[in-house]
Nanobody, 124 residues
C-alpha cells in the first residue's frame, strides 16, 4: 500500500523560503509520477509541479516558475519542493500526490495516491 507523508510546512513572511518534503512508502518514487498540488480556502485543488517517471524532468505551473524547484531523491525515496520568494497568495495546504502514469497529469482526479497535506502560510 503506497503512503505519502508530507513535512516542512509552516509560517513564513513574504519573500521568504520553505522546503517541503514528501516521503513515499510501499513503493519507489522513481516508479511514479510525483506531483505537488495546493488548495487555498474556498478554492479548488490546483497543480503546482510534477516530476515525470520517464525523464525526471520537473514541470511547473506558470505562476511558480523561477520561484519553486521540485526534486527527487531516489536514495531517500522522497520528493522535495523548494519554495523561494514566497507570496501571500502561495498560502495553501500543499499536497503530495503519486500515480503510475507515464505522462504528466495536471488534474487531481488523475492521481491515485495522496498525502495528508501540510499547511503553508505566507504573511505580509
Amino acid at each position: 500500500q503506497v503512503q505519502l507523508v508530507e513535512s516542512g510546512g509552516g509560517l513564513v513572511q513574504a519573500g521568504g523560503s520553505l522546503r517541503l518534503s514528501c516521503a513515499l512508502s510501499g513503493g519507489t518514487v522513481s516508479d511514479y509520477l510525483m506531483a505537488w498540488f495546493r488548495q487555498a480556502p474556498g478554492k479548488e485543488r490546483e497543480f503546482v509541479a510534477a516530476i515525470s517517471r520517464s525523464d525526471s524532468y520537473p514541470y511547473y505551473v506558470d505562476y511558480v516558475k523561477g520561484r519553486f524547484a521540485m526534486s527527487r531523491d531516489n536514495a531517500k525515496n522522497t520528493v522535495d519542493l523548494q519554495m523561494n520568494s514566497l507570496k501571500t497568495e502561495d498560502t495553501a495546504v500543499y499536497y503530495c500526490a503519486a500515480d503510475k502514469s507515464w505522462t504528466v497529469q495536471a488534474a487531481p482526479g488523475n492521481y491515485d495516491y495522496w498525502g495528508q497535506g501540510t499547511q503553508v502560510t505566507v504573511s505580509s
